[in-house]
C-alpha cells in the first residue's frame, strides 16, 4: 500500500527553466509534508517543508505547494541548476493514532538539469 | 551541531551470516528512526523509536531483524541470519520530537551487500 506516490521516476530539465516534481497521497492523516533531496553516497537532506493548514511555503528558489482535497503537493524549483540533479523525494508526517510522527516516503524522482 | 552518525559505511557478508548497524543521532533528539532503501526504491521505514520505546515496528521482519535504542540515546539494528533480499542501503534518523512537526535528519548510510 503505496501511501505517498511520486509517479514520475524521472524528469530533465534546462539550465535556468522550471522544475516541477509532483507527489500524491491518499492518507488523510498526513498533516506535514517534507521533501528531501540526495546525492548518491549519501543520506537525504531536507530540503523544504509544508503544514496542511498552508497552500505555499516558498525558501529561495524552491517553493512547495499542498493541495489537499486533491491531496497532491508539487515542488518547484526556478530556475534550475545543475547543481540540482538529485533524487529528489516526497515525504509524509502521520498527525494521529499509534502512528504519530510516522514519515513516510515516495519512491523518488531522478531530476536531471543539463547545462 | 553534529549530525546524525552511522557506521560502517560499507559492509559485504555472506547469507545466513549476521550483522549490526550503529547509530548515533543528533543530540537531543527523541525520535529516532530506521530505513531500508532498496535501489530505485524509496525509504522503507522499518522501525520508529520515541526516546527508549518502539512506536512502530510494523514493517520490520521480526523474524531476522531486531533493533534497540537502550538509554534513548544510541541505537543499533542487528539482521541475524541475513538474506540475498537484505542488500539495501540502511539508513537511520532523528528528529526532535515525534509529536512536532519537524524535519528528520539523516546520517549517510550503510551499504550493506548479502553475497
Known amino acids: 500500500d503505496q501511501q505517498v506516490k511520486q509517479n514520475s521516476p524521472s524528469l530533465s530539465v534546462q539550465e535556468g527553466r522550471i522544475s516541477i516534481l509532483n507527489c500524491d497521497y491518499t492518507?488523510?492523516?498526513?498533516?506535514?509534508f517534507l521533501w528531501y533531496k540526495k546525492y548518491p553516497a549519501e543520506g537525504p537532506t531536507f530540503l523544504i517543508s509544508i503544514s496542511s493548514i498552508k497552500d505555499k511555503n516558498e525558501d529561495g528558489r524552491f517553493t512547495v505547494f499542498l493541495n489537499k482535497s486533491a491531496k497532491h503537493l508539487s515542488l518547484h524549483i526556478v530556475p534550475s541548476q545543475p547543481g540540482d540533479s538529485a533524487v529528489y523525494f516526497c515525504?509524509?508526517?502521520?498527525?494521529?493514532?499509534?502512528?504519530?510522527?510516522?514519515?513516510?516516503f515516495g519512491q523518488g524522482t531522478i531530476l536531471t538539469v543539463h547545462p | 551541531e553534529a549530525g546524525v552518525a552511522q557506521s560502517p559505511r560499507y559492509k559485504i557478508i555472506e547469507k545466513r551470516q549476521s550483522v549490526a548497524f550503529w547509530c548515533n543521532p543528533i543530540?537531543?533528539?527523541?525520535?529516532l528512526y530506521w530505513y531500508q532503501q532498496i535501489l530505485g526504491q524509496g525509504p522503507k521505514l522499518l522501525i520508529q523509536?520515541?526516546?527508549?520505546?518502539?512506536?512502530?515496528d510494523s514493517q520490520l521482519p521480526k523474524d531476522r531483524f531486531s533493533a534497540e535504542r537502550l538509554k534513548g540515546v544510541d541505537s543499533t539494528l542487528k539482521i541475524q541470519p541475513a538474506k540475498l533480499e537484505d542488500s539495501a542501503v540502511y539508513l537511520c534518523?532523528?528528529?526532535?520530537?515525534?509529536?512536532?512537526?519537524?524535519?528528520?535528519?539523516f546520517g549517510q548510510g550503510t551499504r550493506l551487500t548479502v553475497v
Open positions: 534518523a532523528s528528529s526532535f520530537d515525534r509529536f512536532m512537526n519537524t524535519e528528520a535528519f
Open positions: 515525504a509524509a508526517l502521520n498527525a494521529g493514532g499509534t502512528s504519530y510522527g510516522k514519515l513516510t
Open positions: 523509536f520515541q526516546n527508549n520505546g518502539v512506536v512502530d
Open positions: 492518507n488523510s492523516m498526513f498533516d506535514y
Open positions: 543530540s537531543g533528539h527523541a525520535t
